[in-house]
């Protein structure tokens, strides 16, 4: 007999890779439950009681009802944040945290669910400093990394490395002439660095010479590793310079991806790494929302397969 119990998709109304996934579990007739946390009030709804068996009760979108108790994985994609438009400043903030601890803590405590990833994990997994951290526990080469608010100890680091460059610890969007943009990673010198250091905290970091990038995606218990070979410094900033690899990890890699994964409770993960000139792989972040589908449209790659594995509870 066939599971009846839905996987619920947590994403924004606009997500190419989570209609892909979607579409890939209808086929499988696998129920999909899709919505997105800022649709609520308007037109999503909750009823959650909390007893001896977990939480119980229902979500409402205008096209599904979703048993909370039965609900056989969830697949938490950067849904857009809660929005009360319509009240004053303080009483948004005030619906907008209860709505955050209510409804997030509901979609953060169904019983029996396989998340993909844990929203509370994501967040953990987030903070660039406990990455690297727990990057070098579990045994991946990182750079030498500061992170410092202080101009004369950034100076003292870019002066100790042959070239340093500038990281965002998060990056927000900005707007510059009502255009999208974000922080990007640079080069850096002494000359570079004033004292307006000083207003926040900044990640400097040894810049590895290197030959390539390699983007490594963790499904489960799957790796798909794929070589990037671009003549830019931050491969992100160019798709159009990009060419695609599939490659095998060196000795070790696979074992310490595992590692840093568990460290966080994650099932999925969108590693970056560079390759130096003597060929080791340097670790440089793990996104736990990273984007991956375009990597199977360049190289074949069958990643979707694997996540719809993972999300029908098959793998």
């Known amino acids: 007999m066939s599971d009846p119990r839905p996987v619920l998709v947590v994403t924004s109304l606009h997500d190419p890779t989570a209609d892909v996934v979607i579409r890939e579990l209808h086929d499988r007739g696998i129920p999909v439950v899709r919505l997105d946390s800022g649709d609520f009030p308007a037109s999503l709804s909750v009823e959650a009681e909390i007893t001896s068996q977990g939480i119980q009760g229902r979500l409402t979108t205008p096209s599904r009802i979703a048993d909370l108790a039965n609900i056989r994985a969830l697949y938490y994609r950067r849904p857009t944040g809660f929005a009360f438009p319509h009240l004053s400043e303080q009483d948004a903030r005030f619906a907008i945290t209860q709505a955050r601890y209510g409804l997030g803590g509901v979609l953060a405590s169904l019983p029996g669910c396989l998340y993909i990833n844990h929203p509370h994990r994501i967040g953990d997994a987030e903070f660039k400093p406990s990455g690297l951290a727990v990057a070098v526990e579990a045994g991946f080469l990182v750079p030498p990394t500061l992170i410092t608010s ?139 929302s990273g984007q991956w589908y375009w990597l199977e449209s360049e190289t074949g790659l069958p990643m979707c397969a694997a996540l719809a594995d993972l999300l029908e509870r098959t793998s």
């Open 150 to 288: 202080s101009p004369d100890a950034a100076r003292a680091f870019i002066k100790g490395h042959d070239s340093v460059i500038y990281k965002p610890l998060h990056n927000p969007v900005y707007r510059i002439d009502d255009v999208s943009s974000v922080v990007k990673i640079a080069e850096v010198t002494t000359e570079d660095i004033d004292e307006s250091v000083s207003g926040t905290v900044h990640l400097f970091q040894k810049r590895v010479p290197k030959t390539a990038d390699v983007r490594v995606t963790v499904i489960g218990s799957q790796s798909f590793c794929v070589r990037i070979d671009s003549d830019v410094l931050d491969w992100r900033t160019d798709y159009d310079r990009l060419t695609y690899t599939p490659v095998e990890p060196p000795p070790g890699i696979e074992q310490a991806l595992h590692r840093y994964l568990d460290h966080f409770g994650l099932v999925f993960g969108a590693f970056d790494f560079c390759v130096g000139e003597d060929g080791q792989w340097w670790f440089l972040e793990c996104n736990p």
